[in-house]
T-cell receptor, first 114, second 111 residues
Framework: DVKVTQSSRYLVKRTGEKVFLECVQD?????MFWYRQDPGLGLRLIYF???????EKGDIPEGYSVSREKKERFSLILESASTNQTSMYLC?????????????FGPGTRLTVT | GQQVMQIPQYQHVQEGEDFTTYCNSS?????IQWYKQRPGGHPVFLIQ?????EVKKQKRLTFQFGEAKKNSSLHITATQTTDVGTYFC???????????FGKGTSLLVTP
């Protein structure tokens, strides 16, 4: 079974702190994604990566950065957390080869910024 | 960015009734996927449709992809309480890596 794990299920941080969210997948997928999910807004793409050290902005990249130093790991960084970044953060990976574009999601990190 | 609109936002049915959710894209899609998210859980892949006019079934679930590859639907026959959750469609544009997710339809089924 494909497994996508995220470093924390729940996280509470203070405004202005630097926050790291880690995601690891064990299926050798090239592509990894970070989303945030808010009530009534669905899943919104923050950043994605299609290869090691490669990254592309999604729909809402402001206030976030990412790092992909190894194929299995994709990190989301909040340089200076703000209260409007309180949300559920979901990581996903996908092979995107041989017509297989299925995304495998991690359990999510519920981040509260106070 | 490209939009995938999904309706309705919420649906409340009695167990045994049918349910349908619809997705429409402003642009032609190379494929469309459907995901289910149980309360407190994460999205789980249900199916992918690739061909124009494609219809796929999974037990009581029927998925359709429109002829123009711009719209899709998910129909559940005779809902059960285990069908409760939010159903998302996600379209992959003709080029690129990123899915465009609809906002989801939250289904509540009462016994």
């Amino acid at each position: 079974d494909v497994k996508v794990t995220q470093s924390s299920r729940y996280l509470v941080k203070r405004t202005g702190e630097k926050v790291f969210l880690e995601c690891v997948q064990d299926m050798d997928h090239e592509n990894m994604f970070w989303y945030r999910q808010d009530p009534g807004l669905g899943l919104r793409l923050i950043y994605f990566s299609y290869d090691v050290k490669m990254k592309e902005k999604g729909d809402i990249p402001e206030g976030y950065s990412v790092s992909r130093e190894k194929k299995e790991r994709f990190s989301l960084i909040l340089e200076s957390a703000s209260t409007n970044q309180t949300s559920m953060y979901l990581c996903a990976s996908s092979p995107m080869v041989d017509n297989n574009y299925e995304q495998y999601f991690g359990p999510g990190t519920r981040l509260t910024v106070t | 960015g490209q939009q995938v609109m999904q309706i309705p936002q919420y649906q409340h049915v009695q167990e045994g009734e049918d349910f349908t959710t619809y997705c429409n894209s402003s642009t032609t899609l190379s494929n469309i996927q459907w995901y289910k998210q149980r309360p407190g859980g994460h999205p789980v892949f249900l199916i992918q449709l690739v061909k124009s006019g494609e219809v796929k079934k999974q037990k009581r679930l029927t998925f359709q992809f429109g002829e123009a590859k711009k719209n899709s639907s998910l129909h559940i026959t005779a809902t059960q309480t285990t069908d409760v959750g939010t159903y998302f469609c996600a379209g992959l544009p003709g080029s690129g890596y990123a899915l465009n997710f609809g906002k989801g339809t939250s289904l509540l089924v009462t016994p």
